[in-house]
């Protein structure tokens, strides 16, 4: 299998850009890049290493490094089953930056939803319906 690296890039920079213009930043998409991955990272620690891999397998190659970039999946998974413990999981991945970042809990709130809806591009209905399934009934609605 030959691996075009510059073809990834290309692909995480097309993506990147749109993704930015859905959760309003255009202009500065560092700081979308830190969002999309301290939402994904949020997300790995909250469903099964099975449930990851499963999702994974649908992500083309740029965002499986955005989900495993240092992912340790003998970590114990994190009880989250409210909307604002996973705000605070997702502000805790995106380290001093969030305060920067995640300024109110809506806004916090938007760049989640906005990422799952976006991530539909790449994972079909029934993976994010397994996923869903897994999560408590709080959080149900993000995906």
Do not use: C
Not at 10 to 37: G, M, V, W
Not at 51 to 64: G, V
């Amino acid at each position: 299998m030959a691996l075009n690296f510059n073809q990834y890039a290309a692909e995480a920079n097309s993506f990147l850009k749109e993704y930015a213009e859905q959760i309003d930043l255009t202009e500065d998409p560092e700081k979308a890049a830190r969002t999309l991955s301290a939402v994904l990272h949020g997300l790995r620690e909250i469903i099964s290493v099975e449930e990851s891999l499963q999702l994974i397998s649908q992500f083309p190659m740029f965002l499986k490094a955005f989900y495993v970039n240092g992912w340790s999946i003998n970590k114990t998974k994190t009880k989250v089953k409210h909307i604002p413990q996973f705000v605070d999981l997702v502000r805790s991945f995106d380290g001093a930056a969030s305060n920067y970042d995640f300024v109110s809990d809506e806004l916090a709130e938007h760049y989640i939803n906005t990422t799952f809806f976006v991530l539909r591009k790449y994972v079909s209905a029934g993976e994010l319906q397994d996923i869903r399934d897994n999560l408590s009934k709080n959080l149900k609605n993000m995906i």
